[in-house]
């Protein structure tokens, strides 16, 4: 008796193997895609993703054997085709609601979507195994095998790297020359706006006549305006990991570690920690995509409840459940993106907590990187929620600059008034990129939009005390710490 039950459980969990294969199949498949992108995310974080996806096959699996009264190979196969409809759910959603066609709404297509997903199974299932149904098996199982395979190949090498480099002690910093010297050095804000773009595509393209005036306020406060500077290519890490170094950085390889590395461990804080400065980061680039590692800072700031996605780790796991049935249960009642959720606390906080940088012990550097008015396009030019189905769409994209500019203005407002006037700040305002009219997943691109404009950036330094009456409107973004540099460190760093 007792071998026969157990050899009805070894025949259970041999044939329950295909449902669970095809399961964790798109988060194997997603995770090499993206490994490039996932900075030092580890394999063993997506513990979330493989239960959630399995706990849905077995059950899956179990449901098809009871009411097909105990069809291992049925359950198998139907459970396996319910699987792979359960995981393109998402994508047919999101399909179907750009068509704009008809009404989407998940809980009146779920359901249908559900049950129609359940029958086709049965339908598809019936045929088989009446036929063929253990030859299909078998060959299902060598492709999903192979594929995991074939994908697991290219995710070990890497996998082995990145518990190489988390196990590997970071370079110390330099020891602290002469503090006493550099006590009344400057504190230095370089303040990243994602995506914005320059003053001139504003005027000629978006014809945001305003950003004149937006410009008059900076030139107001003693900001020196590089209305011609261009980033040199459009692209956030190699921009950062090249202004941060004071020279070019490149990954001919297309490694974006090699990027998270050099603005980890980059020349710019190295020398100020040298000088007994205090590094502060507020990076809203790290918590809108939480899998790059963080810049090593005396104080990485971020809000503790910025995150409202509860059970969710990271995005990686938002790009891999939200194809599924579980999308309607990632955001909330306005079907409000986890990243986009993010994104808006990380802006909220930091803009909140700007005037508190002042009780850090100077002199410090601080390095504040706002997702603003990069996409999700987040808010009305008044500063109002936006609708979650305009959040990629370049139609919202001037409303989201236009309330940028007030961010802008509230922070250096801010800013500045904090400060200590016998010793006035930095402050660097930059973009990483112009507005790049792209990539994939947007809608509504922008028609007729000139090549030059993405790499069109705003630069505007704020020196007191040095001579900007001969910098160039073209100023080189990586010509930016070595300027300043050169200005209150005599440091004679050469220009690029």
Request: charged share 15%; hydrophobic share 45%.
């Amino acid at each position: 008796m007792l071998q026969k039950v157990l050899r009805k459980v070894v025949v259970i969990g041999k044939y329950s193997l295909l449902p669970i294969l095809t399961a964790i199949y798109p988060i194997i498949f997603h995770y090499t895609n993206n490994i490039s992108n996932l900075g030092i995310l580890p394999f063993s974080q997506l513990g979330n993703l493989f239960t959630i996806l399995i706990l849905v096959a077995v059950a899956v699996f179990v449901l098809f054997y009871i009411f097909s009264r105990g069809q291992e190979l049925f359950a198998s196969i139907a459970g396996s085709i319910f699987v792979i409809l359960f995981n393109v759910y998402g994508i047919l959603f999101v399909w179907l609601r750009g068509l704009d066609k008809f009404q989407m709404d998940h809980y009146l297509f779920l359901p249908f979507y559900a049950l129609f997903a359940i029958y086709l199974a049965w339908f598809i299932s019936k045929q088989i195994t009446n036929k063929y149904g253990k030859q299909f098996w078998n060959f299902s199982i060598i492709i999903v095998g192979s594929l995991l395979l074939f994908n697991l190949i290219k995710i070990i090498p890497v996998e082995f790297k990145k518990i190489e480099a988390r196990n590997t002690s970071p370079q110390s910093t330099s020891v602290i020359q002469d503090a006493t010297k550099y006590k009344n050095s400057p504190d230095i804000y370089f303040i990243i706006f994602d995506e914005f773009a320059g003053f001139d595509a504003m005027r000629k393209y978006f014809k945001y006549n305003e950003i004149d005036t937006f410009k008059e306020f900076l030139k107001s406060k003693g900001f020196f305006v590089a209305e011609n500077s261009h980033a040199d290519v459009p692209s956030t890490l190699p921009e950062l990991s090249s202004r941060l170094n004071y020279e070019v950085i490149s990954s001919p390889n297309g490694d974006k570690q090699v990027f998270y590395d050099a603005i980890d461990h980059n020349k710019v804080m190295q020398l100020l920690k040298e000088r007994g400065y205090t590094i502060v980061v507020m990076n809203g680039l790290y918590y809108a995509w939480s899998t790059q590692q963080t810049i090593q800072a005396d104080f990485s700031l971020k809000p503790s409840e910025a995150y409202q996605g509860g059970y969710l780790n990271n995005e990686f796991e938002v790009l891999v459940l939200k194809n599924t049935m579980i999308l309607p249960f990632l955001y909330n009642e306005k079907q409000d993106d986890p990243v986009a959720v993010r994104n808006r606390s990380m802006i909220s906080y930091t803009l909140s907590h700007v005037s508190q940088l002042a009780q850090v012990p100077s002199p410090k550097f601080v390095y504040i990187h706002l997702m603003l008015p990069h996409a999700p396009f987040l808010f009305t030019a008044a500063g109002k929620p936006l609708d979650p189905q305009y959040y990629m769409n370049w139609d919202y994209y001037l409303g989201n600059y236009i309330y940028t500019t007030s961010v802008v203005h509230d922070y250096i407002g801010s800013l500045i008034a904090s400060s200590d006037p016998e010793n006035p700040p930095v402050i660097i305002l930059q973009s990483d990129h112009g507005a790049r009219n792209g990539p994939d997943g947007y809608t509504n691109y922008l028609k007729d939009y000139p090549e030059e404009y993405r790499t069109l950036i705003m630069n505007a330094l704020y020196l007191p005390g040095c001579d900007t009456s001969k910098l160039p409107q073209d100023i080189k973004p990586i010509n930016t710490f070595p300027i300043i540099f050169n200005c209150y460190f005599d440091a004679k760093i050469p220009l690029k």
